[in-house]
């Protein structure tokens, strides 16, 4: 039995990856891609899927590096042709978004509604519209939930 060192030298680390994941048929599946190359994609601003995806392999886990079983791929798929079943995942598949990342797009997209909210409204008796501070704060006191999934004019 051969063992392989596990050593920093011998891992190749992920930088700037982003997981694309899509469960089909009781498995789930990974891409690895580019961030912001996800997003454009999704938009159709990028068309290059080479410039999207880290590389042309579908896995069970990215972030261990395990590949995904051709005769997994050919039960969920119907197909082994992982250029066609990274499409798929990349199109259907749910990304993957950091902590930090996720709590600065919510604390924006609150304070985005927030604006909206101050725009359509005003202080009756000053006749002045009310400030964003004060919105913002009675926001948390009713304590107003984003949806992030939603835009911010329909939350309003």
């Known amino acids: 039995m051969s063992r ?15 997981v694309v994941r899509l ?28 410039e999207v995806l880290q590389s042309h392999t579908v896995y069970t886990n990215v972030s261990k590096g395990v590949l995904a079983k051709t005769k997994d791929l050919k039960a969920a798929f119907d197909s082994d042709d992982q250029t066609k079943i990274c499409l798929e995942i990349l199109d259907k598949g749910e990304l993957q978004v950091a902590g930090k990342e996720r709590e600065s797009q919510l604390s924006s997209q609150f304070r985005d509604i927030a ?12 006749r002045r519209p009310y400030t964003i501070s004060l919105i913002e704060s009675l926001m948390h006191e009713i304590h107003f ?5 939603k835009s911010s004019k329909k939350q309003i």
């Open 145 to 149: 939930a984003v949806d992030p999934h």
């Open 23 to 50: 469960k089909k048929h009781g498995t789930r599946f990974e891409i690895a891609c580019y961030k912001n190359k996800v997003l454009s994609w999704r938009s159709g601003v990028e068309k290059d899927l080479d």
């Open 4 to 18: 392989s060192l596990v050593q920093p030298v011998g891992q190749k680390r992920l930088t700037n990856v982003a």
């Open 115 to 126: 604006t909206i909210v101050m725009q359509k409204t005003y202080n009756p008796e000053t």
